[in-house]
């Protein structure tokens, strides 16, 4: 499967992540690039779209998956693992595309000019 990111790679980023926003298009999803690898943990609040979260080891490998985190909950949802990135996707896209730990997570780069 192939998604269309936004990068949260500072910190203001990754706090604000998808918070406050409506939609989020099918392939479309936000890549928390955390620079070192640490164990992460993530909640719904402020946050109106279901999602899936997939966790990312610093070798670009799924440690952990999360599916259907419900929107404005203030659960903790934890890395468990050391990771350096997490994904969110829409929700029920881990199911749909067959997303399962130990796939590798590439990255490609575009610049909008």
């Known amino acids: 499967a192939e998604f269309f990111v936004e990068v949260a790679d500072t910190k203001e980023k990754r706090e604000r992540g998808l918070m406050y926003r409506d939609s989020l298009n099918l392939k479309e999803g936000m890549l928390f690039?955390?620079?070192?690898?640490?164990?992460?943990?993530?909640?719904?609040?402020?946050?109106?779209?279901?999602?899936?979260?997939?966790?990312?080891?610093?070798?670009?490998?799924?440690?952990?998956?999360?599916?259907?985190?419900?929107?404005?909950?203030?659960?903790?949802?934890e890395s468990k693992y050391i990771v350096r990135a997490v994904l969110e996707i829409n929700s029920g896209l881990i199911k749909k595309f067959n997303i399962n730990t130990g796939d590798r997570v590439v990255y490609k780069i575009f610049e909008w000019n």
Do not use: H
């Open 33 to 77: 690039d955390f620079k070192v690898p640490k164990k992460v943990s993530f909640w719904m609040k402020n946050t109106y779209i279901p999602l899936d979260i997939i966790f990312i080891n610093q070798n670009g490998y799924i440690v952990k998956t999360y599916e259907n985190a419900v929107p404005l909950s203030i659960e903790s949802i």
